[in-house]
């Protein structure tokens, strides 16, 4: 099951490539990739981009504002906490993988409606701020995420040994932890880790919401 679980992570991770490459291609040469867009409109071809990038758009906003704000919150509260650390171990990297395909269709779909040559600066500001989110996701899929699981293990294994860690909050590892050096050592790396990653989630959910302001100005209600 975990080689099976594995190879499609691999997958995954190969497709994603392969999107963040093509969003890549269309910021930088979208006659290129999809050819000149005829008209004003662009046709077809320009609802597509807007109904693809809409979707991507939406999906990464609802997930992360599910999982930071409103999931994880719950989920901490109320699931002792070794549970709960191996669940969101298996949940992030899914997650971080979801949102960073959306951001990088969003980008893709973005750049192709408002190519940088002839994009305001307003619309350059916007290409910036997908950009971000997409780097900012990036770096906790391939980076932050691994690292944060990794320490997980190591605590959870120290907190074994010390017969904690299936109650739910954090009282009795702090209590633990303060006539504990080995714990107190592992808190501070996993604290630093884990606080890395949460900046990066908070910036790239920043980044959606400075665009989801540029989107709601471009409504007619």
């Known amino acids: 099951m ?5 190879r499609a992570m691999g ?3 190969r497709f994603l490539a392969a999107v ?6 269309v910021v930088f040469a979208p006659d290129v990739l999809l050819g000149a867009r005829s ?16 979707l991507c758009f939406a999906t990464s906003w609802g997930a992360a504002l599910w999982a930071t704000f409103i999931g994880g919150i719950i989920m901490f509260k109320n699931l002792p906490r070794h549970q709960f650390g191996n669940l969101q171990g298996k949940m992030f990297p899914a997650y971080f993988m979801l949102i960073s395909a959306c951001a990088a269709v969003s980008v893709a779909a973005f750049a192709y409606l408002h190519p940088w ?7 350059r500001y ?4 997908l950009l971000a989110a997409l780097g900012f996701d990036l770096s906790n899929l391939l980076v932050f995420t691994p690292m944060t699981i990794e320490m997980m293990k190591k605590r959870h294994k120290i907190e074994r040994d010390l017969s904690i860690g299936e109650e739910v909050g954090w009282s009795k590892n702090v209590q633990v932890a303060k006539n504990n050096p080995t714990l107190a050592t592992i808190n501070k790396k996993f604290g630093m880790i884990h606080g890395l990653s949460s900046l990066a989630n908070i910036m790239a959910f920043g980044s959606l919401a400075m665009h989801s302001w ?3 100005s471009k409504l007619e209600m």
């Open 2 to 6: 975990s080689h099976r679980r594995e």
């Open 11 to 13: 997958w995954a991770t």
């Open 20 to 25: 963040c490459f093509f969003a890549a291609g």
């Open 39 to 54: 008209g004003s409109g662009g046709g077809g071809a320009a609802t597509a981009a807007k109904v693809a990038h809409l």
């Open 117 to 123: 040559k002839t994009a305001s600066t307003v619309e």
């Open 126 to 129: 916007q290409l910036g701020f």
């Open 214 to 216: 540029y989107l709601a």
